[in-house]
């Protein structure tokens, strides 16, 4: 068992903050003020009201530092600081039509010579079932306090894999289609659940033996992807390098199945 760093501590007490609002307006969906945010993409008042809260408990602890935000975008802190990465309400969509997954994501990522971030903490937290994802880079990933390992497994046959379907407006249709008809037949499942972090750190606890997706936002998969590193799993981007987060291409699994299913993502994309 490892105990939480402080920084976990801060970042899991900021989330439990902002959670009661969200499981109020669960479920009372036609009450709440929706606007749109483009096509088929809605964000509510629990998505502000909730990344409110979360900056400003995470500014009390961390002053200095900066944030990213779905809905309030960059706030700029000291450059040589680390900077908070957070989707107050990833799955909105589930949100707002009363299907109960949907969490909150918070990473911390470290500035680094030549631009390039790196996460070093991250939380996914599911306010309905009070899970509490957690990893820190080199001390692995827990489930409150169970250490997470990815999948063992290693026949795609027996595997079941989750995905992201692109929507009105949003994501590549054809490539999309290209993948599942390449990945399809050969696993036990395919399952598209409409939250990427969860999504994330279901394969980081084994729930899932892999995952894929496109198109994606810095707060939608920063501490998911650290989770599963920690847990043991391999996560690139569709041809295989370290580059997922420029990319926005995500492929994330055990070593073993992993490479099989890149060599299937790989050969769909080449026709």
């Known amino acids: 068992m490892a105990a939480q760093s402080g920084l976990i501590t801060v970042m899991e ?13 669960f479920n009372e969906t036609q009450e709440l003020q929706v606007s749109r945010k483009g096509p088929a993409d809605f964000v509510s008042q629990a998505d502000r009201q909730a990344e ?5 408990e995470l500014k009390r602890a ?3 530092w900066g944030f990213l935000g779905e809905e309030g975008g960059m706030i700029e802190g000291d450059p040589t600081k680390p900077r908070w990465i ?5 799955g909105t969509t589930n949100f707002l039509h009363g299907l109960p997954h949907f ?3 918070i990473a911390v990522e470290e500035p680094k010579p030549g631009g390039r971030g790196e996460i070093t903490q991250g939380l996914v937290y599911q306010p309905l079932t009070d899970e509490s994802f957690w990893a820190e880079k080199g001390r692995g990933a827990w489930l409150h306090d169970r250490r997470l390992r990815v999948s063992s497994r290693r026949d795609l046959t027996e595997s079941l894999i989750a995905t992201g379907i692109p929507f009105a407006g949003h994501g590549d249709f054809p490539e999309w289609r290209k993948i599942f008809d390449a990945i399809g037949p050969e696993v036990a499942g395919i399952r598209r659940f409409g939250s990427a ?10 729930r899932f033996d892999a995952y894929w997706e496109s198109g994606l936002k810095p707060w939608d998969v920063a ?9 043991g799993g391999f996560v690139t981007d569709f041809r295989g390098g370290d580059r997922a987060m420029e990319r ?4 994330a699994a055990n070593d073993g199945l992993h490479s099989r299913l890149h060599k299937l993502l790989a050969g769909a994309l080449r026709t």
């Not at 007490?13 to 307006?25: E, G, Y």
């Not at 957070?86 to 990833?90: A, F, G, S, T, Y």
């Not at 926005?248 to 492929?251: D, G, H, I, P, Y």
């Open 13 to 25: 007490r900021a989330a439990r903050k902002a959670a009661p609002r969200l499981r109020r307006d």
């Open 52 to 56: 409110q809260t979360l900056y400003e």
């Open 62 to 64: 961390r002053p200095d």
């Open 86 to 90: 957070v989707d107050p309400l990833d």
């Open 103 to 105: 969490a909150i994501s």
């Open 197 to 206: 972090a969860l999504d994330l750190a279901w394969v980081a606890a084994g």
């Open 223 to 231: 501490a998911g992807v650290l989770l599963v590193r920690e847990a």
């Open 248 to 251: 926005n291409e995500f492929l």
